[in-house]
């Protein structure tokens, strides 16, 4: 409608009110392509034109939702977006309806007042975040699977978030206390540190995970089961896990069966859980097991969307990837909260040399070596302080603290050196004074890095013991 020239100010702001009103609550057009070849992991549609990362509901044979299965946009090419499921494929068929899934949310009206907000849609994946995932066990897509009710206390929330700018960070000044005597005493941690666990298959890394999570002082803990076979998750959560880490914890889990691009969705929405939780100023402790896998699946998808290999079959945009996922973890601004993350690294074949391996070491403040050696000793856990290294310990530990640890650290390694000579008798005692020392000294180093896995042993009990295994013979 036009206004006529005698109309008012007061008038026209009526109308133009009204007009934003109508515009508001106007419904779109409803758009949808069709599904044209289906081929391996990938999934190809024409007619739409979205970003990466949206999400899209395909059509199955029998039409409607029961049929559907979702799929995520991973990349496009001459009017063609490639689609990755979800979900089974099974039913599909060609020129299947794609329509594009919209999650409605809330923004400010721009220019307007800060309480005037409008209802729009966003595209990108959101899923359900907040304090009623404590204590809960979720897949990858927010779904309950530990047999409980639905889940109440959550709010859908995006899990694709920028990174805090570096110079926003509060630098790593706090120890943090782990519960395990070998970390506390030798590889102090610091609290909002990202660090790496290598190990192969079978040395105990799950179970050190359970420790830090049942003894660690956080406030949230967050765990992040991705691409492990489904029958260790239940044995983590009941077993290792426990009812006293279950308590405080959110766990997401996506097994070896999922599907590539829930796996690598499972350890994003373990990390966004972990986001909101320190925005709340809280101190997260967030594990995950294992960015091996995770980039497994990154690799899956991209040689399915054609993408060439480079190293060891492992495409470019792997090793881009990952750094994205882990510096997502770490302080917040202001000293307002933080996330400590543990990330396991599976050396296949224990070689510490595989290109994830490497690629790891390069990005985390650190990184924990398990050795199978130590483990076929019965040596728990089986942490190798020659090989492993914190980044960040001389910032959160005092001085003799140090002295301390490079001492020990020094017995150790001469020690191990010495070790053939002695096991046959071929060492002369006193020949060399430091060696002398290290074997008087070695059985007690030995005794402090070992553990029960359900003992825990603070901050202060640790360095006792520390003090304790440098004493000279006969004292301590």
Not at 214 to 229: K, P, Q
Not at 411 to 418: E, F, G, N, V
């Amino acid at each position: 409608m036009i206004p006529s020239a005698a109309a008012t100010p007061a008038a026209l702001q009526r109308l133009l009110a009204g007009t934003a009103d109508m515009a508001s609550h106007a419904q779109p057009l409803a758009v949808h392509g069709r599904l044209i070849r289906a081929a391996g992991l990938v999934l190809e549609a024409t007619g739409l034109r979205l970003p990466v990362g949206a999400i899209c509901r395909v059509e199955g044979g029998g039409g409607g939702e029961a049929g559907a299965v979702e799929a995520e946009v991973v990349g496009f090419g001459n009017d063609r977006l490639f689609l990755m499921p979800t979900g089974q494929v099974t039913g599909l068929s060609p020129g299947a309806r794609v329509t594009p899934i919209e999650a409605p949310v809330r923004k400010p009206v721009l220019g307007g007042p800060t309480h005037a907000w409008r209802r729009t849609t966003d595209r990108m994946r959101h899923l359900p975040i907040g304090e009623g995932l404590l204590g809960r066990v979720v897949d990858a897509c927010g779904v309950p699977i530990d047999r409980g009710p639905p889940l109440s206390d959550v709010q859908s929330e995006p899990i694709q978030r920028r990174p805090i700018s570096a110079m926003d960070r509060e630098p790593v000044r706090v120890p943090l206390d782990t519960g395990v005597r070998a970390i506390n005493a030798m590889l102090t941690v610091g609290r909002g540190q990202r660090l790496g666990l290598f190990a192969g298959a079978g040395v105990g890394k799950s179970v050190l995970l359970g420790m830090m999570a049942r003894f660690t002082a956080a406030d949230v803990i967050v765990v992040g089961l991705i691409g492990e076979r489904g029958r260790e998750v239940k044995e983590f959560i009941e077993d290792i896990l426990g009812e006293e880490g279950r308590r405080r914890s959110a766990v997401v889990a996506a097994p070896a069966d999922c599907p590539p691009l829930l796996r690598l969705q499972g350890a994003v929405y373990a990390t966004a859980i972990a986001e909101h939780f320190r925005e709340q100023g809280k101190h997260v402790l967030l594990l995950m097991d294992s960015l091996t896998r995770y980039a497994m699946a990154a690799r899956e998808v991209a040689l399915a969307i054609g993408e060439p290999p480079a190293t060891k079959g492992y495409p470019p945009s792997v090793f881009a990837k990952l750094p994205l996922l882990v510096e997502r973890a770490g302080n917040g601004r202001d000293g307002h909260g933080s996330i400590t993350a543990f990330y396991t690294v599976l050396a296949e074949g224990d070689d510490q040399n595989d290109p994830i391996a490497d690629a790891a070491r390069s990005f985390l403040d650190g990184h924990f070596v398990l050795t199978r050696a130590l483990a076929e000793s019965g040596h728990y856990p089986a942490l190798d302080i020659e090989q492993s290294i914190s980044r960040v310990m001389h910032n959160v530990s005092d001085p003799g603290h140090l002295a301390l640890a490079r001492r020990a650290k020094a017995m150790w390694a001469r020690y191990q050196r010495s070790r053939d000579l002695i096991s046959v008798g071929a060492y002369v005692p006193g020949n060399d004074h430091e060696t002398d020392q290290a074997i008087a000294q070695f059985p007690r180093i030995a005794a402090m890095l070992q553990q029960g896995m359900s003992e825990c042993c603070d901050f202060t009990a640790s360095l006792r013991g520390l003090e304790s295994s440098l004493a000279p013979a006969g004292h301590g």
